[in-house]
């Protein structure tokens, strides 16, 4: 059932209307035509676009290497009692007293694939020594 109303104009609504108005689009002016469109009149800087590219790659990097270091302080990995940061200090304390001893690689062999035995006293020097029988069977194999 219509209203009503003495005039053209509408009655404005009892709820106000609390959408923002829809903005004015004006159409763009067309850009205007090249008699030779396959020309290029600019010359591109390509110093400037090498520089721009080249902090481009450095904030990648730099935000790819805070990724794979977050929690390298403060977060300790599961089934260890520390954290990365205190891992790799402990790792370069023990790599700084190695240095001016052993190189840390295990036993050295001599050419014929004997240990060396400057270490210290054999400490199974009371019981037989079973290597040296089964090796000279095998050796001429």
């Known amino acids: 059932m219509p209203i009503t109303s003495p ?11 609390v959408l923002p108005r829809a903005p004015q689009v ?4 067309l ?11 600019t010359r591109r800087d390509l ?7 080249s902090d481009e790659e450095n904030e990648l990097e ?3 290497l805070g990724i794979r ?3 390298f302080q403060w977060l300790v990995p599961i089934g260890r009692s ?15 007293g190695s240095d001016t001893g052993q190189s840390g690689g295990g036993p050295s062999i001599n050419e014929d694939g004997e240990e060396n035995d400057d270490s ?11 290597d040296d029988e089964g090796e000279t069977g095998t050796a001429s194999e």
Do not use: C, F, H
Request: proline letters at 12%; glycine letters at 4%; a negative charge.
């Open 7 to 17: 005039t053209l104009v509408p009655r404005p609504p009892i709820i106000p209307l």
């Open 82 to 96: 520390t954290t990365q940061l205190e891992e790799k200090n402990e790792a370069e304390d023990d790599s700084d």
């Open 26 to 29: 004006n159409p763009t002016p």
């Open 62 to 64: 730099d935000s790819n």
């Open 120 to 130: 210290g006293a054999d400490l199974d020097a009371s019981m037989e020594d079973m």
């Open 31 to 41: 850009p205007k035509l090249d008699r030779y469109p396959g020309r290029m009149d």
């Open 47 to 53: 110093q400037r676009e090498i520089d721009d590219l």
């Open 69 to 71: 270091n977050r929690g």
